[in-house]
């Protein structure tokens, strides 16, 4: 369909954010399996548990599927691992590195500004993610997308992806006449039945409008000084809860772990607690989530008319 589509091998120009703890295979291969990219997310998790997810994804689709990393997180044992079984990778939150960027994958790193978008070219990155200050969880972007989109676009020659506060066909059709070569959506997928995000977080997602959604640096423990956007309502419960420990998470073959107040991690089905306390990652486009929908028919409904 163009270039982006031709590069990575999807049918539609629509990529879904990997969200490290929400982004699992099953949300990667039922994106991909309903024409998008789809991404694993991946931050701290272990080896096992990544190669897990590795054959997970194999059984479920013969579509392309990709992984996304938080660079200054994850492992590079994993990146290697991922990058041996899956055709694209790709990097967040660190300045583009060319020693980061594995060989022989399709490498794209998302970006804030037009001088990290060169630089991840210069590292060898053959795609960019834009992303606009409206964008769900951490955000590197300081300018809304409107403005970064077309920048990005006339500075680098490789397909440009457009994320932040995307939910709609309509901001489909928008960041596409902008000059974006695809869309990247986060939020909208958190809503889906094949997330692994927390009932209670997803439930909090459809009963909230885009004003909900507020750009701050309160989740910061574990992850300091990183804007992010979250549910105005997690920070205030947050600030309400009696404890430092509101929750605990047991990650698939890993340790329990405690869900610290104001903690970088999101709340997921391992996850019990306070989860309105949790960081409820969300970006401007949780005004389209009104419900929740299979992955399926979030892509049908944004890629509508496409041909
Ligand atoms: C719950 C959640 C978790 C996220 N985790 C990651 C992540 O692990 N890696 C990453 O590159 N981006 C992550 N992002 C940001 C997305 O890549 C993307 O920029 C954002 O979702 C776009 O805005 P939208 O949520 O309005 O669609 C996350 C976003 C959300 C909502």
Known sequence: MN???????????????????????????????AGGLGMIGVGRQHLAV????????????????GCTCIAHLVQPDVVELVASRLPIVEFFYEWPDPARVPANVICGW???????????????????????????????????LAELLPAVRSAVDVPVVAAGGIGTAAAVRAALRLGADAVRVGTRFVATRESYAHPAYID???????????????FGIGWPNAPHRVLRSAIDAAGAAPSDVVGETVPRGGKPMPMLRFGASSPNRDTTGDISAMALYAGVSV?????????AEVVAELCAGFD
Not at 6 to 20: C, Y
Not at 204 to 218: K, N, P, Q, R
Not at 287 to 295: F, H
């Open 3 to 33: 270039r982006f589509t031709d590069l990575v091998g999807s049918r539609w120009p629509l990529q879904q954010a990997g969200m490290s703890g929400t982004a699992t295979a099953t949300l990667a291969a039922a994106v991909s399996n």
């Open 50 to 65: 990544i190669e897990r997810y590795l054959d997970e994804v194999a059984a479920l689709t013969t579509d392309p599927v």
């Open 110 to 144: 998302q970006v804030g500004s037009v001088d990290e978008a060169k630089a991840a070219v210069d590292a060898g990155c053959r795609y960019v993610i834009a992303q606009g200050m409206e964008a769900g969880g951490h955000v590197r972007g300081h300018v809304p």
């Open 204 to 218: 909090a997602l459809v009963g909230a409008s885009s004003d909900d959604s507020v750009l701050t640096e309160a």
């Open 287 to 295: 005004g389209a989530v009104d419900r929740v929908m299979t992955a």
